[in-house]
């Protein structure tokens, strides 16, 4: 990106978004930024540093939650200064909409086995704190030595569990949010930073 456009990128909270559903019908979405992409950064390089000084010594096996931890997960594994292995989860949960139901099942499993590992789950964004409560209880379950959660973003007055993430980036309000892996109806994805949806 050209220097000017990113500057205006950085002092610009907006991004625009505009859908064409046919002959002339345009949608022009407008979502408010909450984290830039420098912020995010910042951040993953501090858990990152935290993550190492309190795994020194160790390996640890990362487990990222799909789809949204894909972009956290890279990030945070190519930061740390202790030697990792990842896998990867995915969980479905029944229900429909933006809300988590509470019944939740494992619809792609690990390749590598858990057992006495040092484990550190990688989600995205904790809600409810039903889908980490489930998975770390899964994964508690098959005897790993230690098993520890990290989330990007952390909604605590969502919760509807007594689940706390061990290390957190940014707590934040009750807000649906979009970028840096986390989607709305599989959008967004890949924006840089994070932003709301109203
Ligand atoms: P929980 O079980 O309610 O904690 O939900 C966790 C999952 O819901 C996350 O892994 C996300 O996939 C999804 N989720 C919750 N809040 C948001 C959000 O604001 N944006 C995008 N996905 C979200």
Redesign the pocket.
Known sequence: MAEGREKTARHFPYHFQLYNFGWKQYTLLAMKRLLAKEDVHRRVGRLAREISRDFAGREVLLVG?LK??FIFLADLARRVSIPVQVDFVRLA?YGAG?E?SGK?RITKDLETSVRGKDVLIV??????????EYLFGRLKARRPRTLKTVAL?D?PS?R?TRFRPDYVGFTIED????GYG???DEEYRNLSGIYVIE
């Open positions: 939650v949204g931890a949960s933006r988590s939740i989600e995205d964004i904790v809600d409810t704190g039903l889908t980490l973003l909604k969502r509807k807000r649906f949010v979009v986390l989607d709305c």
